[in-house]
């Protein structure tokens, strides 16, 4: 019997050599044949799919699209460059319904802070990111958005420091080249959605996160009126129902703060008008001056325990000198007995500013107990991690309000009664 010529795996394999093969004894090819089993096995093992690390997809990313008619308008952010937004195209059955979310990140409120605010991505243009996620509500998974998933959605970014509210008149008082035109810029983004599609729209929602939040109260018969009459429009408003309350110390920090942005920006032209002929402008900053007075279906998404108002209005750095909040005011649990009735009535308080409200019918609330500020845009929206409320999460409350399936009216036992929050 001949001997068999062959080469043997190692040799194949080893790209530096460069020797012809030899010729095998019957004991080598023994050998050889053994090996090649056993590195087969060890191959078919590596590359079994069931035993492969599993590979995340990629986040779906938006790119950002800067105004095309924001230049005529005037319409431009604190550092005069141009407002923009991000715009996720519907598909199916959501080709005809708009989802409008409004970016938050609180306010300016003087020159100084209004000057840094517009070196940042908050007040100018030229520091946006050129793609973001769209999570939470603005998802285009249906496992983690499944009623509005294939709607046109649009993230409009804030860079104006005053709720998209602010107005060019009052620039004149400043002298320093900083734009407040904050109105002029929810205005055009408006225009040019409604010219993309919107004005066609069967369904829409305006909604928003924390400034974002407020600032789609203020605008929601706006958004309202600039849609056909027989489509059915609805608000959104996630942590933006800030409480006129005194900080412990006693002081109105908030309050003192609002009527410095409404007195620079000259926001009060773009506040409900029968607040303001009953009071100061300032206080129509406060939802609960003026959400009944809002013709459009609203849902409030909020936590009684709201951790940004808790850690900026209820207990700002300037009202705990001794720090004697510094644990509390940043990780609820931390907090003792003493400093949990100060939360619980701040609990309180805003139970009796939502009072009135919920009693209208058309309109509806996730109040939960949760530590947490802005909840649309994150899991919390829809998990199976996310805060409930009677076995709901905020996506499924939502959908039931706003395609008419049952009330919603939800709100929360007092903290730390949710073992579902994050």
């Known amino acids: 019997m001949s001997p068999f010529v062959a080469c043997s795996v190692m040799e194949i394999l080893r790209f530096s050599s460069l020797l012809p093969c030899r010729k095998w004894a019957k004991s080598d090819w023994l050998v050889a044949s053994t090996g090649l089993v056993l590195v087969l096995l060890f191959l078919s093992f590596f590359f079994d799919p069931t035993v492969l690390p599993s590979i995340t997809s990629p986040p779906n990313l938006v790119k950002l699209k800067l105004s095309s008619t924001a230049k005529e308008r005037g319409a431009f952010c604190l550092d005069g460059s141009l407002p923009g937004y991000h715009f996720d195209k519907g598909s199916g059955t959501g080709s005809k319904s708009w989802l409008i979310h409004l970016q938050g990140g609180g306010w300016c409120n003087t020159i100084a802070s209004c000057s840094d605010r517009a070196m940042t991505r908050l007040g100018s243009s030229n520091y946006f990111e050129d793609e973001v996620e769209f999570p939470g509500v603005l998802s285009s998974d249906p496992s983690q958005n499944p009623e509005f998933f294939n709607w046109n959605r649009v993230v409009i970014r804030y860079c104006d420091g005053a709720s998209f509210a602010g107005h060019p008149e009052a620039e004149f008082k400043n002298g320093t080249g900083l734009f407040f035109r904050g109105q002029l810029i929810w205005e055009a983004i ?169 009693q209208n019918k058309a309109g509806g609330m996730f109040i939960d107990s949760c530590f947490t500020h802005c909840q649309t845009v994150t899991a919390t929206w829809h998990s199976p991690t996310s805060t409930r409320i009677e076995n709901k999460t905020i996506a499924d409350s939502v959908g039931d309000w706003y395609f008419n399936r049952k009330p919603v009216k939800l709100i929360d036992c007092p903290y730390p009664c949710n073992p579902s929050c994050p």
């Open 190 to 358: 408006m225009d040019e959605l409604l010219s993309m599609g919107m004005s066609d729209a069967k369904q829409g929602i305006l909604t928003g996160c924390s400034a974002g939040g407020l600032a789609t109260l203020i605008h929601c018969d706006y958004f309202r009126d600039h849609l056909p009459k027989d489509s059915d429009v609805k608000c959104v408003s996630d942590g933006g129902f800030f409480l006129n309350v005194l900080d412990v110390l006693g002081n109105p920090t908030i309050r003192s703060f609002y009527h410095d942005v409404v007195t620079l920006q000259g926001v009060d032209k773009s506040l409900d008008q029968k607040c303001i002929t009953k009071t100061d402008p300032s206080k129509c900053m406060f939802p609960q001056e003026f959400i009944n007075n809002i013709r459009t279906p609203v849902f409030l998404v909020n936590s009684a325990y709201d951790s940004w108002q808790i850690q900026n209005v209820l207990v700002p750095a300037s009202a705990d000198s001794d720090k004697s909040w510094a644990k509390c005011r940043l990780n609820i649990k931390e907090c003792d007995a003493a400093q949990m009735e100060v939360l619980h009535g701040f609990r309180s308080s805003l139970m009796d500013a939502i009072g009135k409200f919920n």
